[in-house]
């Protein structure tokens, strides 16, 4: 019996050292356990605006694998939008630096501003053999609405391209189309923003929905002149490097497993 | 007097065309240009042409040059294409800026990468100046530029020792390629859309090809039969792959990868062979479209786009700038219009016409400077 019990209790040693030795293996195999990308105050009521439910298992592999991320951006790239230096990539490669402690990120700017979805999909296919990116951060669908592209050949246009993503082990964040406030009475500008937001949802894509994100943050600051519309989009472009990092970030925590917060039910 | 429609004036004038129809993104005619059918496109030919101008410059009336005078008017060509490159844009941005006040839709200022024109203008300036910022679309004449501030150094070579152009220049376009060597822009991060150190190779083509008493354009006349039969699979697979989308995939080719793929701002290899295949098919075309000229019934029609595009191609400059106004007023006429059957084939017309009036204003010009001139 005792000696029963003494078996019973090396084999549970046994089993505990294998455990604690397995967890010490996949703990240094592990990324840097990854904090969200912070947002500044101006920017956390758009926040709401961000699907951060979608894991990025590529980016999760690369952290694990070789601490070094590589981003390729595609689509519209503003330009400096911090007062210090700086564009929006660049905004977005130090954020993702500070939240990724001891990760090497690597952005890759290739967007060509005035391109189309279609145009875009067939030099990502390239950039992607080039650059060999785990990441895809793609701003789509503006260009396409002021161009008036029909909508399904739009959004079949970026399925293909979310699929073709897949396929080849990179994974994929959308940013949506850009904010105007006259942008809210076309009814073209909104069915593709509306198309782009139900795509992302079933292919279960990461997508921050820029117009709605800035739509909350200006009906906040209130209707301004036109001369402080420029101060306005570069907050805003700011604020959208800041969704992107913190969307990132989420993405990695997704496929890392962490326990993520619970929707408060209702009536607590 | 203009000289007489010729293959280069015409095929220019049709690449003119092309590339003002291909840069207003969504136009309902850009579904049937040659990027359509080709893996090539109106910019491989517009540079290609340009080194063939060059040796018809260079053994033309340069012949008798000294060979600093032909450097230095090389040279002089180059400053003449920066000086429009900064007036277009300076006019484009202008356009943006009132669309955008008229229309009451900021998202204009940020069209095409002007928003860096807006929202931080002091560094973008320094950029629009030193062509490191340039507006989509906005980016062959700076392309252009860089080809013309190479093309002394490659007449000095042609004066020198002739048979080494098309190596010095092979070696620089495989060392770009080999190495992604290209130009960045600046103040917004990125690289140039066309690699000039790239293109230069096309553009040399042109020029070694443009001779023909010796060298590689002496051997191509000489063999243009056999030529020809191997390039006409090559282009009828190429439009086949283009039109329905049937290419290899990226991702499985071997490195330097950019040796095999089909990328625009390198003008890689398979573009350009597919691109020398449709130079060496439809070389044989303008004899047969001008003897068409002479049928009962559409001889009439074909003349008059002959001389059309032979004009628009002997004032290429001019129409050029003209064309990339043209293509951002349509994008903006488009986006008014909502982009229907009908606003697609007034910009088509109107744009045609426009450019048309251009190349003939540019004309008279001339010919009424030159019995001034004369007197």
């Known amino acids: 019996m005792d000696r029963r019990i003494a078996t019973t209790r090396t084999k549970a040693c046994a ?109 990502m296919k390239i950039e992607v053999a080039l650059d060999d990116p785990d990441l895809v951060l793609w701003q789509v669908g503006t260009n396409d609405a002021l161009a008036f592209v029909p909508v399904d050949s739009f959004i079949a246009t970026v399925k293909d391209q979310i699929d073709w993503l897949r396929a080849h082990n990179v994974d994929v964040a959308l940013v949506g189309l850009q904010f105007a406030p006259e942008m809210l009475r076309d009814a073209h500008y909104k069915e593709l923003r509306e198309a782009l937001r139900k795509l992302a949802a079933q292919e279960k894509v990461i997508i921050i929905r820029f117009f709605e994100a800035m739509q909350i943050i200006n009906q906040a600051a209130g209707k301004e002149p036109v001369s402080e519309q420029f101060e306005r989009d570069e907050a805003g472009y700011n604020c959208l490097a800041q969704y992107v990092a913190h969307a990132i970030t989420l993405g990695t925590f997704a496929k890392a497993g962490l326990p993520r917060r619970e929707p408060t039910p209702p009536g607590k | 007097m203009p000289r007489e429609p010729n293959a280069v004036d015409f095929w220019r004038g049709f690449a003119l065309i092309t590339i003002f129809i291909d840069h207003v993104p969504g136009l309902l005619y850009s579904q049937y240009t040659m990027t359509n059918y080709s893996l090539s496109d109106a910019a491989d030919l517009f540079v290609f042409l340009a080194g063939w101008s060059m040796r018809l410059m260079a053994d033309g009336e340069g012949r008798s040059m000294p060979t600093r005078l032909v450097m230095l008017r090389l040279f002089g060509r ?50 629009l100046a030193i062509l490191t910022h340039q507006l989509g679309y906005f980016d062959i004449l700076p392309l252009y530029v860089v080809l013309m501030l190479m093309a002394p150094f490659f007449a000095l070579v042609d004066r020198i020792a002739p048979l080494w152009v098309l190596p010095v220049s092979f070696a620089i376009y495989f060392v770009a390629l080999a190495f ?109 479209i001008r003897r068409a000229a002479a049928a009962p019934w559409v001889g009439r029609a074909v003349m ?62 001339r010919r009424a400077r030159k019995p001034a001139h004369a007197a």
């Open chain 2, 180 to 288: 992604q060597i290209t130009l960045p822009t600046w103040p917004v991060s990125g690289t140039w859309f066309f690699d000039p150190l790239a293109w230069q190779f096309t553009f040399v083509l042109g020029f070694v090809l443009a001779r023909g008493d010796r060298g590689v354009g002496a051997w191509a006349r000489r063999n243009i039969g056999w030529l020809r039969l191997i390039a006409l699979p090559i282009v009828v697979a190429a439009m086949y792959a283009a039109h329905f989308n049937h290419l290899w995939d990226p991702t499985n080719v071997p490195s330097p990868k950019l040796f095999f793929l089909l990328d625009k701002a390198y003008a890689t290899p398979p573009r350009l062979i597919q691109f020398l295949a449709l130079v060496a098919v439809f070389s044989a075309a303008f004899p047969y």
């Open chain 2, 304 to 365: 008059g786009l002959i001389d059309l595009l032979a004009m628009l191609g002997r004032n290429s400059l001019y129409v050029f700038c003209i064309g990339s106004l043209l293509s951002l007023s349509a994008q903006i006429v488009r986006y008014y219009g909502r982009g229907s059957v009908g606003s697609d084939t007034a910009v088509l017309i109107l744009g045609v016409l426009i450019m048309a009036a251009t190349a003939w204003i540019a004309e008279s010009r």
């Open chain 2, 78 to 127: 180059a400053l003449e294409l920066y000086a429009a490159q900064v007036l277009i844009t300076m006019i484009a941005i202008a356009m943006l800026a009132l669309s955008a006040i008229e229309l009451s839709n900021p998202l204009l200022l940020e069209w095409h990468n002007a928003s860096a024109v807006f929202n931080d203008p002091v560094p973008t300036h320094i950029g």
């Open chain 1, 15 to 123: 089993r505990g050292l294998a455990l604690a030795l397995a967890l010490a293996a996949s703990a240094q195999q592990a990324p840097a356990q990854p904090v969200p990308a912070p947002l500044t105050k101006a920017c956390q009521p758009g926040n709401a605006s961000i699907s951060e439910d979608n894991p990025l298992p590529n980016v999760a592999a690369a952290l694990a694998q070789r601490k070094t991320l590589r981003i390729l951006a595609m689509g519209a790239a503003p330009g400096r939008i911090s007062r210090h230096g700086g564009g929006y990539t660049e905004v977005i490669e130090a954020m993702l630096q500070g939240a990724l402690k001891g990760v090497n990120v690597v952005l890759i700017n290739r967007g060509i501003s005035g391109e189309l979805a279609a145009s875009a999909a067939v030099r």
